[in-house]
Each structure stands twice: as structure tokens, then as C-alpha cells.
């Protein structure tokens, strides 16, 4: 740390908001990069971890009009990288002061393989003797004291452009949002896996299924009809109020414990009906409450384009 670190405040009352961006190779960084500029975002590709402060610091004492300073630091900076420092780093800038959001992209291990033998790119880990597979890992187990350190985490494996853009909106929306908490709801289908990140699992297949009403087939929980639905019925209001308790109960000691982001799964089984519509009740629920919090449907795209392939196969078509 450098000397007068102090933060200036900013003319209108707040403090330059900055978002440290890192994750995996191959995982989405360098969208994620430009998809933050076009939301008007300053930013920093590839910052050796020993700028950092002094970058920010200077931000700090210039007149920006930006809402946000992303700044993207990963392994490519080679030995200059240590992830446990960039970590301390955060914590002591933030302790005096500094408004600092981490951001961790990452991939499922072969979605990272597919994309770097589709790219014909060489990972920044890999090298004589050291596999892809190998050098994923290695940066995987690396970057895991940011991973969970940070306050968003954003999975590509299945992500759409568009949805990572929407994210990334809302992230730069509530920029100046000073809740130390940011609580994510994601819906998810079992059938694809239980999402690593989820601090909180719940699983509502319990819940009567629409899917199996010819007409709300083919709907999502997105949808008016499938959401009254699956909140209409008693033991759905039942939960609802003993779930939401228990989080106006847990939320406000995670935050005593210094948590910075978590991640609430609702998982039915394909993700498309009962979980989104849950996870939409809970989402307005939290919001109401004055969280700071975000909603993803992780798997409510693939569920419909697997819905559209099926018919087309049905219709026999190609």
C-alpha cells in the first residue's frame, strides 16, 4: 500500500466505484470487458496486480464521469500474480475506505477446453509438458482464494451473450449501492447439475409441476399462467413464508460475518417451471426488503431450445 491512501470524495458525494474482474482464462473476461465499456465503464485490461492501488489511487484524485473503473487482473501477469496478495490488497484498500467490487468469470472445464481448440489460442498456464487440461486446474486452484472472496460470480459455461450483458448492466446499475451484502438468486434444473456456487440450495420439486399441463407446457415460470400456478397452491405459500423467514433471519448475519456475495439456488428439474417461478417470488420478495440483490435463470434457455428441437423432431423436421 502506498502512503496517503486516503480516498477523495467525489464532487456530488460518493467515491469512485471500481470492480476488480478475474477469473479463468477462456471463461469470458474479455467480453466481459467490453461489454462494461459499452455500459460506460473505464476500463483496464491485464493490470499487473502491483498498479492496482496506485491506478485506483489515481482515479480517486481525477475528475471521472464514469460509473464504474473495471480493472481486469488475472494470471496473464505472470509471476507478478499472486492471488492471496491481490486479496489482501482488496481488503486493506477497502479498510480505509475505497469502494471495491470483485467479479469472478468462470467455465466448466470442458466448455474452457472446447473454447481454447476452437480459438486455436494457447492457455497462459500451459506450456512444454503441461496440458491444457493440466493448466486449467493449475489457474483454477490458483484463483480460488478470489473466487471466494468475491462479490459476483458469473458462470459462461451456458451463459448467452445477451444474459451476460443484462448481469453485467445490473452490476454497473447499482454501482453506487453501498450494501455490503449482494444476494444472487439463481434458478437451476437438476437434471443439468447442481450449480457449484450455491450457498443456499433449495429444491422445489416438490411443488405440483406445470409441465405436465399440456397448455403451460411449453411455458415458463416467466410466464403469468405457470406462475399462478405453481404460487397458487397452499403448500407453495407455505414455503414461500418459512423461506423467507429463515432469509430475514440469515441475511443480516452474513453480513455481520463480512460475507460479500450469496448465492441462492432454487433448483426444479429442468429449470424452465417451478424453480424460475419461485425464484422470481423470492427475487421481488428481497428487493421489497432493500437487499441488494440480482436474479439468473441459468438454465431456462437450454430448456427451451431443447423443448424447440424436440418438436422439430417430432414435426420431422431438420
Same mark, same amino acid.
Given at each position: ?172 446499475? =447499482?454501482?453506487?449501492? $453501498?450494501?455490503? /451484502?449482494?444476494?444472487? &438468486?439463481?434458478?437451476?434444473? !437438476? ?5 457449484? %456456487? ?34 397458487? =397452491?397452499?403448500?407453495? $405459500?407455505?414455503? /414461500?413464508?418459512?423461506? &423467507?423467514?429463515?432469509?430475514? !433471519? ?5 453480513? %455481520? ?62
Amino acid at each position: 500500500m502506498t502512503g496517503g491512501m486516503e480516498p477523495t470524495t467525489k464532487e456530488g458525494g460518493y467515491a469512485v466505484h471500481f470492480l476488480i474482474l478475474t477469473g479463468l482464462s477462456g471463461a469470458g473476461k474479455t467480453v466481459a470487458i467490453r461489454y462494461l465499456e459499452d455500459l460506460g465503464a473505464l476500463c483496464v485490461d491485464n493490470l499487473p496486480p502491483m498498479m492496482l492501488v496506485p491506478f485506483m489511487e489515481a482515479c480517486q484524485n481525477t475528475n471521472l464521469h464514469a460509473p464504474m473503473v473495471a480493472i481486469a487482473a488475472d494470471v496473464r501477469s505472470g509471476e507478478f500474480f499472486d492471488a492471496m496478495a491481490v486479496v489482501k490488497m482488496i481488503d486493506e484498500a477497502r479498510m480505509v475506505g475505497f469502494h471495491i467490487d470483485t467479479l469472478f468469470v468462470e467455465a466448466s472445464e470442458d466448455v474452457l477446453v472446447n473454447r481454447y481448440k476452437e480459438s486455436r489460442r494457447d492457455h497462459p498456464l500451459a506450456g512444454e509438458g503441461i496440458s491444457l487440461e493440466e493448466a486449467i486446474r493449475d489457474e483454477r486452484n490458483r484463483l480460488e482464494p478470489l473466487r471466494e472472496t468475491a462479490n459476483h460470480l458469473i458462470n459462461t459455461s451456458t451463459l448467452k451473450p445477451r444474459a451476460l450483458q443484462q448481469i453485467l448492466s445490473e452490476i454497473v446499475k =447499482h454501482a453506487d449501492d $453501498q450494501s455490503p /451484502l449482494r444476494v444472487e &438468486i439463481l434458478s437451476f434444473g !437438476f437434471k443439468r447439475g447442481i450449480p457449484r %456456487e450455491g450457498d443456499l440450495v433449495f429444491d422445489v420439486r416438490f411443488l405440483p409441476n406445470p409441465f405436465y399441463i399440456q397448455e403451460m407446457g411449453s411455458h415458463t415460470g416467466l410466464d403469468a399462467d405457470v406462475k399462478e400456478f405453481v404460487l397458487g =397452491h397452499p403448500v407453495t $405459500q407455505e414455503f /414461500l413464508k418459512k423461506c &423467507i423467514d429463515m432469509l430475514e !433471519f440469515l441475511l443480516p448475519h452474513y453480513v %455481520e460475518e463480512g460475507k460479500h456475495r450469496l448465492v441462492i439456488a432454487i433448483g426444479c428439474t429442468g429449470g424452465a417451471h417451478r424453480s424460475v417461478a419461485i425464484s422470481e417470488y423470492i427475487y421481488a420478495e428481497l428487493k421489497r426488503m432493500g437487499h441488494r440483490v440480482t436474479i439468473n435463470h441459468r438454465d431456462l434457455a437450454l430448456e427451451q431450445a431443447h423443448w424447440a428441437a424436440k418438436s422439430d423432431y417430432q414435426k420431422g423436421e431438420p
